[in-house]
């Protein structure tokens, strides 16, 4: 999204240049009036920007006061500007410690020129993106693990029955779940929804409801 006032203070020819850069890179321009000069949305996550492309030493205060209202409004948020000269280099930088911006809150970052800081911009989005579809995967990958040590403990536990085999652990668990359940299903139950014979289904039942059996020393 683009800050539809920040587009009419830019040249034409600059507006198509951001245009066709995000189309390239399979991005949708929309035209809004957004309080930052953009918003990236990459994966659910929003990035925020302030594009100055035109650094004004006499136009300092104005720039600083709107990014310290901004940062208060956005996890992620940016400042680019674009500094080609050493005149207007030296006044950033001057004008930065002068203002006393907290390191990294938001993080500035200046370019030679417009066309580098729409770059970064694009750049600094994507890996906001990467970040965060990463972040989800490796959640996936934890959830999966904690699935599999789940499944492992089920079966150490169940196959502890004396009798009882991976194979009938296994259509315990796809039948009935969990070991609680188990443990309260009756043995027609049992029988009914597994192919357990009824011999084992009575050991799977005097193991979590008869303690002379389950507190007894078990040989497999």
Known sequence: ????????????????????????????????????????????????FVFVTSWDPN?????????????????????????????????????????????????FVSVRDPEMGFEKILKIAHAHGVCKREGAINKLKIERARQVQGIDMFLRV???????????????IQTIGSIESISKASKAFLLENTDLSADKAERVLRFFRDPQFYLSPKFN
């Open 1 to 48: 999204m683009m800050n539809t006032a920040w587009k009419d203070e830019q040249p034409p020819s600059f507006i198509h240049f951001i245009s066709s850069f995000l189309s390239e890179n399979s991005y949708r321009l929309n035209f809004l009036p957004i309080a930052p000069d953009f918003i990236f949305n990459n994966g659910g996550l929003s990035v925020a």
């Open 158 to 172: 169940v196959t502890s029955i004396p009798g009882i085999n991976n194979h009938d652990a296994n259509a315990l």
């Open 59 to 107: 136009d300092v205060s104005s720039v600083f006061s709107r990014v310290g209202k901004l940062k208060k409004q956005f996890g992620h948020f940016y400042v680019i500007v674009s500094v080609p000269t050493r005149e207007q280099n030296d006044s950033f930088y001057r004008s930065y410690f002068k203002y006393a911006v907290e390191l990294g809150s938001p993080t």
